[in-house]
């Protein structure tokens, strides 16, 4: 498929039905825009939260509802997800995009407060949304959550121990979560190879950008080892995970799904 095909992919056939209601977190981040378009191209009613910063560089389309969240701020969380449900009275499907990489630093020369920043920004994140949606998401008669995770889960890369080690843990908790909720709600997991957006360059939507030059992937290796000899653009993973918050995965629950054009093959 051409990358002019990828960025026109139908997906309301497979994704949710027009007005059903989806909240993304994260949804200023190049993954979550194209998400966020997909999604309104489809009539779905959808919410954007994100940090303030990432709102005022990327403002979503005028449809959609938006709350600034910090979503490692447990009463910001509470705050904002009964915001949501005063407006919508439950939801149908959120999906979790939250997450980070200070900088690429081994472990030994790491400080707990780097390791606890990038634990907080993407396993306290994914609990604290998980916790608070799940009584909106309860409301509907089935219902979904995405949550976001990474390759770096499975293949230990030097330098990378804080976020692949919070990146697995999202996956362990997604899966405790479809157990816990099943068959209401369905919770699967997207783990992404390198996608071509800015925060495969460093940019995060954070308060800072890293100044470790090691944070920059080399692309040209890194496309070496992918049998597809490119990297993901969004429109490859919004198709998959709308299908994840659609009826078409009604039995689907508890899994991984890995969009990295075969860089990684369980």
């Known amino acids: 498929m051409s990358s002019a095909q990828s960025n026109n992919l139908i997906i309301n056939q497979l994704g949710p039905r027009p007005e059903k209601r989806i909240a993304i977190v994260g949804g200023c981040g190049g993954i979550g825009r194209t998400l966020v378009s ?6 779905l009613k959808v919410a954007v939260l994100d940090l303030p910063q ?17 979503a490692t701020d447990e009463l910001q969380v509470t705050k904002k997800f009964s915001n949501l449900d005063s407006a919508w009275n439950g939801l149908d499907a959120m999906v979790n995009l939250c997450g980070f990489s200070d900088t690429f630093i081994n472990t030994s020369e790491m400080s707990s407060d780097t390791w606890n920043n990038v634990i907080e920004g993407n396993l306290k994140a ?8 799940i009584p909106l998401l ?22 990378t121990a804080a ?22 709600i369905r919770v699967n997991v997207i783990a992404p190879g390198a996608v071509d957006t800015e925060f495969l360059y460093g940019g995060t939507g954070r308060n800072h ?8 992937v080399n692309i040209n290796h890194y496309k070496k080892t992918i049998p597809f000899g490119r990297l993901a653009t969004p429109q490859d993973v919004s198709g998959p995970t ?21 860089g990684y093959m369980p």
Do not use: M, W
């Open 38 to 43: 997909q999604c309104l191209s489809s009539g």
């Open 54 to 70: 990432s709102l005022a560089k990327h403002p979503p389309p005028k449809e959609c509802l938006v709350f600034h969240l910090d």
């Open 126 to 133: 994914a609990f604290l949304c998980a916790k608070f949606a």
């Open 138 to 159: 309860l409301k509907a008669e089935t219902s979904a959550i995405v949550n976001f995770s990474s390759g770096l889960a499975y293949k230990g890369v030097s330098g």
């Open 163 to 184: 976020y692949g080690a919070a990146k697995a843990g999202v996956i362990a908790l997604s899966k405790s979560l479809a157990t816990e909720n099943a068959p209401s």
């Open 209 to 216: 950008t890293t100044k470790n030059p090691k944070a920059h």
């Open 242 to 262: 709308l299908f994840l918050c659609g009826d078409a995965s009604r039995f689907i629950t508890g899994q991984v799904i890995h969009i990295n054009g075969g």
